[in-house]
């Protein structure tokens, strides 16, 4: 029988952040610990996926393949022969996909996304790409029967699009696709109970973004060390005085107190109980700037090590071993709604 399916990607429309570090690339080498030899592990770059919001073109080539370095720099063992790492565009069965599913797809279910709400909000001009962004990411997941998708919380309604259009197209047609886990599901393969979310250093309501200009409030992982730690420790917290896990009250502190749980590996219950009405923020920052400047110091010098010739040379096996595993999903759907002979 084939193995199942864990899969997850992280777009190269600009440089990784902290964020991508504890909400992706930390769970899913975890994973890949955890499970290697009964999961097949797809960690691919959704290339095509990093321009539906401004990027850089002449930079996209090449922040792929950085990418790339930092997840076998963070411990993603691509020796292992359960892993495969592709890029999307360079399988076209991923866009050849996107357009059947767009006609299973309502307008309003896209038109619901909150990602498309804050990321079109206040623009002037808004690409269809960036709408139309879940229905590539569903045609992702479907074209590999992924299961499991390690994910961070801003891309739960995105799994759970997958999931319903999954069904939808089962129902009609007779199982074609596997249907991915539910959210809850999802979060307890991955040990979590709630998803992570990494908020700004600065404005602690909103979530640690690459794309957004938010220089002090974003570390991104190729930041100096010490200017990462000043970052942290000028990070807005509050007039409370207490410390308390409790990202309503007091977001700033919480998302310090998610930090060092993520990056000491202990649940944030541990942490909280550790630091529970203390009152010395100063230290709580500090506690947290460590933690993150061994992070980047350690990273930063195993990037340095990786010889990209290794990376391109996986690439090419990879994706053409996944190439036909997506082109023979295609053609079932392909067949399923007239378009080949069964
Ligand atoms: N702040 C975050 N906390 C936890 N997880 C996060 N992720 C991103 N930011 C945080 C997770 O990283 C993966 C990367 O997703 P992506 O790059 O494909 O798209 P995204 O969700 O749009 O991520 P970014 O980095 O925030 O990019 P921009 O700024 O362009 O929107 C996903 O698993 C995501 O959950």
Known sequence: MEKPVILTG????????????????KPLIKMQAMHAGEYQINMFV???????????????YENTL??????VASGLD?????????RQSFISSHTELTWILDCFIYFGELNRMTQFKEKSDGKESVSVGLFNYPALMTADILLYDAKYIPVGEDQRQHIELARDVAIRINNQFGSIFTIPEEWNQQLSFSNLHQGIRIRSLKHPEAKMSKSIDDPSG?????????????????????????????FKLQPGVSNLLQIIALLSDRTIEEVTIEWQNQTNYGELKKVA???VGSLLSE??????????????DKLTQD???????AAAKLYKIQQAVGLRQK
């Open 289 to 291: 700037a460590d933690l």
């Open 46 to 60: 959704p290339d095509l996926h990093s321009f539906t919001t401004p990027v850089e073109h002449n930079l996209l």
């Open 66 to 71: 950085n990418n790339l370095k930092i997840f």
């Open 10 to 25: 992280i777009r190269s429309n600009g440089e990784l952040t902290l964020g991508n570090y504890l909400g992706a690339i």
């Open 319 to 325: 994706e053409e071993s996944m190439r036909a595993v």
């Open 78 to 86: 691509i020796n292992n022969s359960d892993t495969y790492i592709y």
């Open 218 to 246: 974003t570390i991104l992982l190729t930041d100096n060390p010490q200017d990462a730690a000043k970052k942290i420790m000028s990070a807005t917290t509050d007039s409370l005085g207490h410390i308390n896990y409790d």
């Open 299 to 312: 990273l930063q010098g195993k990037v340095k090590s990786i010889d990209q010739s290794t990376i391109l």
